[in-house]
Nanobody, 131 residues
Framework: QAQLVESGGGSVQAGGSLRLSCAASGYIISNDCMGWFRQAPGKEREGVATIKRDGSTNYADSVKGRFTISRDNAKNTLYLQMNSLKPEDTAMYYC?????????????????????????WGQGTQVTVSS
């Protein structure tokens, strides 16, 4: 059974940085499109960033230029570097492996997440940004 475990969340002031990690076991993260998603209170879960098997990346417009998704295949770990954080970035952040074809991977970063696209979810890590 695959397991994804996120870490690195916390509370920071606006303008600060955090680095989220997603350690995978029972699954090879480079096999599929992987992504980071987030859900703020009262809102639907939305895409933040995705990375394809070939390493190409896509981002939601709201995080472009501030967030960077990456992976370390040797450590089987996915990362999200978040800089210049804003209060509106406050949310629970989830990593996920997906079932989608490569050509569709980037679309996931720009839309509300759909369960039918997801293979496994992590448990989430909270990010809180204060003004």
């Amino acid at each position: 059974q695959a397991q994804l475990v996120e870490s690195g969340g916390g509370s920071v002031q606006a303008g600060g940085s955090l680095r989220l990690s997603c350690a995978a076991s029972g699954y090879i993260i480079s096999n599929d499109c992987m992504g980071w998603f987030r859900q703020a209170p009262g809102k639907e879960r939305e895409g933040v960033a995705t990375i394809k098997r070939d390493g190409s990346t896509n981002y939601a417009d709201s995080v472009k230029g501030r967030f960077t998704i990456s992976r370390d295949n040797a450590k089987n770990t996915l990362y999200l570097q978040m800089n210049s954080l804003k209060p509106e970035d406050t949310a629970m952040y989830y990593c996920a492996t997906t079932k989608v074809a490569s050509w569709y991977c980037g679309v996931l970063a720009t839309q509300t997440s759909r369960e039918s696209n997801i293979r496994y979810w992590g448990q989430g890590t909270q990010v809180t940004v204060s003004s």
